[in-house]
């Protein structure tokens, strides 16, 4: 169910077929190497999100394409907004999503980069008494490592073909690097939105980690955006995924497409946190 699509008086019905759930998927606008268009994370995060929708009724608020991408600045085509101006507009958003009836917001997030503010965000709407209760989830939970585990234990995917397997195991296998724009958002991007991508620039800069920060890393250092620049200097982080394909982007969505709609019915599911945070108001 997708909240710009309905009418007003839909929504009271909506309310009450969504399980009082609604889902806000949230990307960025940031470099994804010289294959991939700078709004990967959000098409991709908004993809799953109405696809789980289409299974599990839930609602999909429009997806928030501005987010925290503060390291990444040096390219074109990012679109940076400080911190303290999304705290507040996530704040505003989700008190109008809750005063239309929905009181299960969950932020599904598409962007690394966003774990840490979205976090503080959550901690932060426990502060005062509100009849809503907000909650995160990464729609990108499954990757080619965890698909080559599913082939070790005989899972059978009709989708990929012998070479699609071949490959895929070979680049686990080989330590292939996985991170931003790698194989996994690839064969994803080329699932469902082919034109955007040019998988002959997938080597047009440098994708594999040059260590130069690892030192930092490993003494318990985190959350330094410095770091992965530092590591990652072109703002890509994979071996070239040269054997990426629409294939195996549809298996890594059905899997986490499965997931969130997974989520969304243990959400619609629950009757514990409603009832505890209303209790935890009125003990305030
Ligand atoms: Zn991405």
Redesign the pocket.
């Known amino acids: 169910m997708l909240w710009q699509n309905l009418r007003e008086e839909e929504f009271y019905d909506a309310v009450e077929k969504c399980g009082k759930v609604c889902i806000v998927p949230i990307?960025?606008i940031?470099m994804?190497g010289q294959h991939?268009p700078v709004g990967?994370?959000t098409m991709?995060c908004q993809y799953i999100a109405e696809k789980a929708a289409e299974i599990e009724p839930v609602m999909v608020a429009p997806a928030i394409w501005y987010a925290d991408v503060q390291g990444l600045t040096t390219w074109k085509g990012t679109i940076n907004f400080s911190i303290p101006l999304i705290l507040e507009m996530l704040t505003e958003l989700c008190a109008e999503i809750a005063r239309n009836g929905f009181k299960k917001i969950v932020l599904l997030n598409?962007?690394?980069g966003n774990i840490s503010m979205l976090h503080t965000f959550v901690r932060s709407t426990m502060k005062d008494k509100k009849d809503y209760v907000v909650m995160t989830r990464n729609d990108?939970c499954y990757e080619v490592k965890h698909l080559v585990q599913d082939l070790d234990r005989g899972e059978v995917f009709p989708e990929l073909t012998p070479e699609d397997i071949a490959y895929v195991r070979d680049f686990v296998a080989s330590g292939g690097e996985r991170g931003?724009?790698c194989i996994n958002?690839t064969s994803v991007m080329m699932k469902i939105s082919p034109d955007t991508v040019r998988l002959d620039r997938c080597d047009a800069v440098e994708g594999r980690s040059n260590h130069k920060a690892d030192y930092l890393y490993n003494v318990g250092f985190k959350e330094c955006t410095r770091f992965w620049s530092i590591n990652q200097p072109n703002s890509y982080h994979g071996t070239a995924p040269y054997g990426a394909n629409e294939r195996i982007g549809e298996v890594i969505l059905k899997k986490r497409i499965a997931a969130q709609v997974e989520a969304c019915r243990a959400l619609k599911k629950d009757d514990q946190i409603l009832e505890w945070n209303e209790a935890w108001n009125r003990a305030w």
Do not use: Q
Request: aromatic content about 6%.
């Open positions: 990307g960025c940031e994804h991939l990967t994370d991709t598409g962007h690394g990108f931003h724009a958002e």
